[in-house]
């Protein structure tokens, strides 16, 4: 069992910065591919990022030079920096664990594990 929170949320002005945190409770954090899923207010929840085991990073066209996802596994923590913050980027943003990183950028509904989620809000 994989248990995520996210932290780090909040209001930020356009071109502004916010840093996503995702704490995972669970001695296999390492094993696992985690990534970031954003939902904005009547769309679908989509990818933004994804990163394995072993560092390989993978990011949605969208927030490609903006945003960057790293993983601390000594201390359970996955982060996304996300940077040059634009309006659209306003979305609920999700923390995902799943030991199989092709399910992360594939298919989302077979992710294994979701946290909470924390609201990010860029205003124009």
């Known amino acids: 069992q994989v248990q995520l929170v996210e932290s780090g949320g909040g209001l930020v002005q356009a071109g502004g910065s916010l840093r996503l945190s995702c704490e995972a409770s669970g001695r296999t954090f390492s094993s696992y591919a985690m990534g970031w899923f954003r939902q904005a207010p009547g769309k679908e929840r989509e990818f933004v990022a994804a990163?394995?085991?072993?560092?390989?990073?993978y990011y949605a066209d969208s927030v490609k030079g903006r945003f960057t996802i790293s993983r601390d596994n000594a201390k359970n923590t996955l982060y996304l920096q996300m940077n040059s913050l634009k309006p659209e980027d306003t979305a609920v943003y999700y923390c995902?664990?799943?030991?199989?990183?092709?399910?992360?950028?594939?298919?989302?509904?077979?992710?294994?594990?979701w946290g909470q989620g924390t609201r990010v809000t860029v205003s124009s």
């Open positions: 990163i394995s085991w072993s560092d390989n990073t």
């Open positions: 995902a664990a799943d030991p199989q990183l092709i399910i992360l950028r594939t298919t989302p509904f077979r992710v294994g594990y």
